[in-house]
């Protein structure tokens, strides 16, 4: 948001629109990181024979 307005000519501070953001409802997207989970049970818990 901060780098649009800066590009189309408004001069605003990071800080002002960071105040801003959660009085309009605004989110930031969160990419969470990949977790691999595995179907099969772990070495750990398999019954020695």
Request: net charge positive.
């Amino acid at each position: 948001m901060y780098k649009k307005l800066k590009a189309n000519g408004k001069n605003i501070s990071l800080k002002r629109i960071q105040r801003y953001i959660p009085s309009m409802g605004l989110r930031s997207i969160v990419v969470k990181k990949f977790h691999p989970h595995s179907s099969k049970p772990s070495v750990e818990k398999k019954p020695f024979k």
